[in-house]
C-alpha cells in the first residue's frame, strides 16, 4: 500500500500494547469508546441487534470488533495499518462473524456496495478523515434510520477544524504527521445536521473520578432520508 498514513500506523501499532486479556469483570470481549479502561458507555451505544451488520473505520487491533462478533452482528473492520490487522487476526482468530480489510476508510466505502445498520470509529477514521468526505459516503452506506457514531479526543480550546498530530518514529527519523479534524460538541452536531443526519447527539464524557485528565468526545446521529449536501438519497 503506497498510503505514507498506513506507515505512520504501524509506526504507532508498535508501541501500543494489546488489549488486557479481560477486563473489570471478568469479560474476554468488551466495547469501549474511551482511551480510559472500563469506563464510559458500551456497545448499546450502536442499538443493534444479532444479525445486524456493523463497520468499524479504523478499527486497529480488533477489539471492539470482535466484541461485536461475539454478540451476533456480522462485525467488518477496516484500517489502513497491516501490522494492527496482523495483531488482530492474531488475536481474534476463533471468533467468527469478523472481517477485516486494509484500506483507507474512504476508499473502502467507495469500492463497496454493502449498506450496513451501524458505522462508528472509536479513535479512528471519523477523526482522521476530512468530515465533508466521510459523512456523506457514510450517509450513503447506513441504512434507513441507521447509527453513525464516533468517539476522539476533544478539541484543544481554540484549535479546532483541520490539525497535525505527530507520531514519533525512530531517533534518526522525523515524527510521521497525520492530519486530524477537531470541533466542539456543537460544531460536530451543526455538521452532521447539514450533511443530512438526524437525532444527533455530541456530549464530552468526564475522565474517571478522581483524574485530572481530559475526558471523551462521543458524537451519535441516525442517518436522515437524504444527505443534504450530497444529494444521496
Not at 468499524?56 to 452482528?73: E, P
Not at 496482523?86 to 484500506?103: F, T
Not at 450496513?116 to 434507513?144: E, N
Request: hydrophobic share 35%; glycine share 12%.
Amino acid at each position: 500500500m503506497t498510503d505514507a498514513r498506513s506507515a505512520a500506523w504501524d509506526t504507532y501499532s508498535r508501541g501500543k500494547p494489546q488489549r488486557r486479556r479481560t477486563n473489570a469483570k471478568g469479560e474476554t470481549t468488551w466495547f469501549n469508546w474511551s482511551q480510559y479502561p472500563d469506563h464510559g458507555p458500551g456497545a448499546e451505544v450502536l442499538a443493534l441487534r444479532p444479525g445486524n451488520s456493523v463497520l468499524d473505520l479504523g478499527c486497529g487491533s480488533g477489539g471492539n470488533t470482535a466484541h461485536l462478533a461475539t454478540l451476533g452482528m456480522t462485525s467488518v473492520g477496516v484500517d489502513l495499518s497491516a501490522k494492527q490487522l496482523d495483531k488482530a487476526r492474531e488475536r481474534w482468530s476463533g471468533v467468527g462473524g469478523m472481517e477485516l480489510h486494509q484500506s483507507d476508510a474512504l476508499a473502502y466505502l467507495g469500492s463497496s456496495s454493502k449498506a450496513f445498520d451501524a458505522m462508528y470509529s472509536v479513535f479512528g477514521a471519523a477523526w482522521f478523515t476530512d468530515p465533508a468526505l466521510l459523512l456523506p459516503a457514510v450517509h450513503a452506506h447506513l441504512k434507513p434510520s441507521g447509527v453513525f457514531t464516533f468517539s476522539q479526543r476533544p478539541p484543544v480550546e481554540g484549535c479546532y477544524g483541520c490539525q497535525a498530530s505527530y507520531i514519533p518514529r525512530g531517533p534518526d527519523e522525523d515524527p510521521a504527521v497525520v492530519k486530524r479534524w477537531d470541533y466542539e460538541p456543537g460544531a460536530w452536531e451543526l455538521i452532521l445536521k447539514e450533511h443530512g443526519y438526524v437525532d444527533v447527539s455530541a456530549s464530552v464524557i468526564p475522565p474517571p473520578s478522581g483524574s485530572r485528565r481530559t475526558g471523551t468526545l462521543l458524537v451519535r446521529a441516525v442517518r436522515g432520508s437524504r444527505a443534504a449536501r450530497s444529494g444521496q438519497q
